[in-house]
């Protein structure tokens, strides 16, 4: 069963912009801290941006003031709005859903989308 749908990945021109998104199901967008984290060829799976429920946000120092994460409550969808993108930021993205307890933690993968940044 498919939980974590993921959209919006392409290819771009250097300083372009993609947004891309994810959609859940409501019980899991409601209760999770919502991420994306990116891999590109032959590296590991980073962390790039994070929002909780109640709307506090992470950014990883190399996509702050050009990356934007946010929660569509109606849609039960969480975006990332990619400005002023780079060759180094190609890679697939990866949404997560993470529910944290005491001592435990739950999370969910979406499928991953490709995002190309190249002239």
């Known amino acids: 069963q498919v939980q974590l749908v993921e959209s919006g990945g392409g290819l771009v021109q250097p300083g372009g912009s993609l947004r891309l998104s994810c959609t859940a199901s409501?019980?899991?967008?409601?209760?999770?801290?919502m991420s994306w984290y990116r891999q590109a060829p032959g590296k590991q799976r980073d962390l790039v941006a994070s929002i909780t429920p109640d709307g506090n946000t992470y950014y990883a120092d190399s996509v702050k003031g050009r990356f934007g994460i946010s929660r569509g409550s109606a849609e039960n969808t969480v975006y990332l709005q990619m400005n002023s993108l780079k060759p180094e930021d190609t890679a697939v993205y990866y949404c997560?859903?993470?529910?944290?307890?005491?001592?435990?933690?739950?999370?969910?993968w979406g499928q991953g989308t490709q995002v190309t940044v190249s002239s």
């Open positions: 997560q859903a993470a529910v944290v307890g005491s001592g435990w933690t739950n999370t969910r």
């Open positions: 409501r019980s899991i967008f409601i209760t999770s801290t």
